[in-house]
């Protein structure tokens, strides 16, 4: 018998319910595919609008146009600052493959700097990152790359570089942290006071140009360095001022530093003297006290004679020359030999309120107009005394800046108009209008009496021959406690050139000169800075465009009969 | 039904083919785009290198170096002022004073030829055409003597020809050290 045994059939659905299931599913598998397909769009579609719109992985590259400052050229578009991409050598300490004393002698054999010791000192450091090298050159890269350490990483990191190294450091500044504050920004000179300008993204372009000539700058700080070494003098400045335009050709400031090495500078070093310093600048002074009494009128002829038969005794003081003459001396004679006496009897003349406004005119009030944060203030006198006037006449009692000095000579020179001095480059014909200080009559007068120094007086030695240099020597007593030294004094000498129509104005300054061989014994300015200036213009009087002539020359023949030379009188005896 | 399906097939080929060709058309344009930002990368980047090499080259060549350079070895100093002629008239006027020892010439300047180092060519020649009939007397060594005998004669007419052609176009010294050059070549020789 079979048994069968059946499997109990399902109850089985009806009809119409299995077709809507069907649908269902259908619809599902719909929407699946729909969504693999959208999917598939997304992801062509991506493909498609990388390879359409996205540029080359090579065209991006490090982009350093963030981090990257304005160039500042100089006035004929040498770069005196620039930023580039160096290449900086680095090593994570703890990801070191191989044997850190063979790698330490290796780094050492390609970077001879360090011993060996220094760079496994490196290597050991418990820090995740450390340079090792901050201004590598491909080529010692290469070598780095070749000891084949993953570790050892490279990477190119923007870096302000000075080309010309030290010069014009103090007009340029330089960047960098400073103990509060750790962002990398100008902290001095032009970097300072254009930071803004030099890392906006619009203008960062277009680099600044300067007013200062390199090749001037150059020279006047070899020459000033020379003459700073040989002298044994504290510190040196140097001024070139264009008198039409107030730019300033070239402004050095010694002992210097190197902006891209700052470690290690001093306090004195980073001070700019041109416009950080004030000094008391002595007889440099005294042709602003004639230029006042000849404008004021209180001196209408320079023919006018003064006592100095004998030093001259006011409320105590004794003004004495450092030459007497012992007689009487005219205009031109006082500034030829210089005379304190005569001097003080002008300011005397002139009086408290026509010398301070004509101070004040001069700018002397205030701290020096230049674009740069370090400016000191002048030293003015707090009560105008009889005495203050008269000392004041011949540059004692009032300190100044050399800046000051220099802008205050171009005024005496350039027809009487008083400019602000500027550092940037101005287009031709866009100097500042300035404002009148002295009339055309006076500046004319006083090229005459500043040439006649020079030709005939204390500035001989700053003559170069042909640029038909007129200035002044100025050699002050520098006032310590106890009163003025005898010793230590500050030797000025403010020139312009040519004479006949003043372009520029040069001014040399030595802070406590030793006398030597080379100026005899002396450190008078005569004998110190005005040989400075004389090679300056020497050097670089052709370069700023003056043709030196030995048949042209500003016209003094009308003071030349003024002037008394004693019988066998010593035709070299600088102040 | 079989030619409806090879229709359908055609025109899925021919759809296929326009959307490819529509397809080649940006691909070509991107092609060409990634070109040209390479292109301006490269040109980026040879200003980047222009300028690191400018900087470079100032850095190296700054102007206190070059005072040391100069002070070390040109000895170059700065024009003095007798140097500059103010206008024309004055330049042309230095030509009219050449004969009154005023103006010194720059051919003035250059060390002169040493009178021995020409004389000596002329003989020379004669050795050279006197020696044969020595070598001829003789009859000895013939193949050695000949040889020098003709360098000698070679280089004395060198020597010659140099100073008769050139001695206008060359300067003196010039001639003089092309002379001893000869002289020194024909000595080693022999």
């Keep these: 018998m079979t048994a069968l045994v059946a499997r109990p059939l399902p109850p089985r659905r009806m009809t119409g319910q299995r077709h809507a299931l069907v649908a269902t599913a259908h619809v599902r598998l719909m929407m699946l595919m729909l969504l693999i397909a959208a999917g598939f769009c997304l992801v062509i579609g991506r493909i498609a609008m990388l390879g359409l719109l996205a540029s080359p992985a090579s065209a991006q590259g490090p982009n350093f146009g963030s981090l990257m400052r304005g160039d500042i050229l100089d006035r004929n578009g040498e770069p005196l600052a620039r930023t580039i991409e160096a290449w900086t050598i680095g090593v994570h300490p703890a990801q070191l493959l191989g044997d850190r004393h063979e790698i330490a002698e290796k780094l050492a054999a390609a970077m001879p700097e360090h011993d060996a010791a220094w760079f496994y000192q490196r290597l050991t450091l418990p820090v995740n990152f450390t340079y090792l090298e901050r201004h590598a050159s491909p080529d010692l890269v290469n070598r780095i790359h070749a000891i084949g350490e993953p570790a050892l990483v490279f990477a190119q990191e923007p870096e302000r570089l000075y080309p010309q190294t030290t010069m014009a450091a103090h007009v340029l500044g330089y960047i960098g942290p400073t103990a509060k504050d750790t962002r990398i920004m100008g902290r001095a000179g032009i970097e300072r006071e254009f930071d803004q300008r030099l890392t906006d993204p619009n203008q960062r372009g277009m680099p600044i140009m300067l007013s200062i000539d390199s090749r001037v700058q150059a020279a006047m700080e070899s020459e000033l360095g020379r003459a700073m070494t040989s002298f044994k003098a504290k510190d040196a400045t140097g001024v070139v001022l264009d008198v039409n335009t107030g730019e300033v050709i070239a402004m050095v400031s010694l002992p210097v530093y190197n902006p891209n090495k700052l470690a290690g500078t001093g306090v004195d070093a980073l001070r700019n003297n041109v416009t950080q310093s004030v000094y008391e600048l002595g007889s440099t002074f005294k042709p602003i006290t004639m230029a006042t009494a000849i404008d004021s009128g209180v001196v209408t002829s320079m023919s006018r004679r003064f006592d100095a038969t004998e030093p001259l005794h006011v409320g105590g003081f004794t003004i004495h020359d450092d030459h007497p003459q012992k007689r009487f001396l005219d205009i031109p004679e006082t500034l030829i030999h210089s005379s304190n006496i005569v001097t003080a009897r002008v300011a005397d003349e002139i009086g408290k309120d026509r010398l301070a406004a004509m101070f004040t005119a001069l700018g002397f009030g205030e701290r020096p107009t230049i674009e740069l944060h370090e400016r000191a203030g002048p030293i003015w006198p707090t009560y105008w005394a009889r005495t203050t006037v008269m000392t004041t006449g011949y540059g004692h009692g009032i300190a100044v800046t050399p800046l000051h000095l220099a802008n205050a000579y171009a005024t005496l020179v350039n027809g009487g108009i008083w400019r602000p001095t500027t550092l940037l480059k101005l287009a031709p014909g866009k100097a500042p209008a300035g404002r009148r200080v002295l009339s055309e009559a006076t500046s004319a007068r006083m090229r005459q009496l500043l040439r006649l120094v020079v030709t005939q007086g204390t500035g001989r030695k700053g003559e170069a021959p042909g640029y038909r240099v007129g200035g002044k020597t100025g050699t002050a007593e520098i006032a310590g406690a106890g009163g003025y030294s005898k010793r230590a004094n500050v030797s000025t000498f403010a020139a312009a050139f040519p004479m006949d129509a003043p372009r520029y104005v040069v001014v040399a300054m030595l802070d406590s000169p030793v006398g030597n061989a080379e100026s005899s014994g002396q450190t008078t300015a005569a004998w110190t800075a005005a040989p400075v200036v004389s090679r300056v213009i020497s050097r670089t009087g052709a370069m700023l465009g003056v043709l030196p002539s030995n048949s042209r020359d500003v016209d003094v023949s009308e003071l030349m009969p003024l002037l008394w030379h004693a019988p066998g009188e010593d035709s070299a005896d600088p102040e | ?190």
């Excluded at chain 2, 176009?169 to 070549?185: K, N, Q, V």
Aim: proline share 4%; charged share 20%.
């Design chain 2, 1 to 190: 039904m079989l030619g409806y399906a090879w229709k359908s097939l055609g025109w899925f080929l021919a759809s296929v083919a326009v959307a490819l060709g529509f397809l080649l058309v940006p691909l070509q344009v991107a092609a060409e785009r990634k070109k040209l930002d390479r292109t301006v990368s490269e040109i980026a980047a040879a200003h980047r290198d222009i300028r690191a090499l400018e900087t470079e080259f100032d850095t190296r060549a700054n102007l206190a170096q070059l005072e040391k350079w100069n002070g070390d070895t040109l000895r170059l100093t700065a024009p003095a002022a007798t140097q500059f002629v103010p206008d024309a008239a004055t330049l042309a006027s230095m030509g009219l004073r050449q004969g009154d020892g005023s103006t010194e010439m720059a051919s003035l300047v250059v060390p002169s030829l040493p009178d021995s180092a020409v004389k000596p060519a002329i003989p020379a020649v004669s050795t050279a055409t006197a020696s044969p009939v020595r070598v001829a007397d003789a009859e000895a060594s013939v193949a050695g003597a000949v040889a020098q005998v003709r360098d000698r004669a070679i280089a004395s007419g060198k020597a010659q020809a140099v100073a008769l052609l050139d001695r206008k176009l060359m300067s003196d010294s010039t001639i003089g050290d092309l002379l001893t050059g000869t002289r020194a070549e024909a000595g080693v020789r022999r």
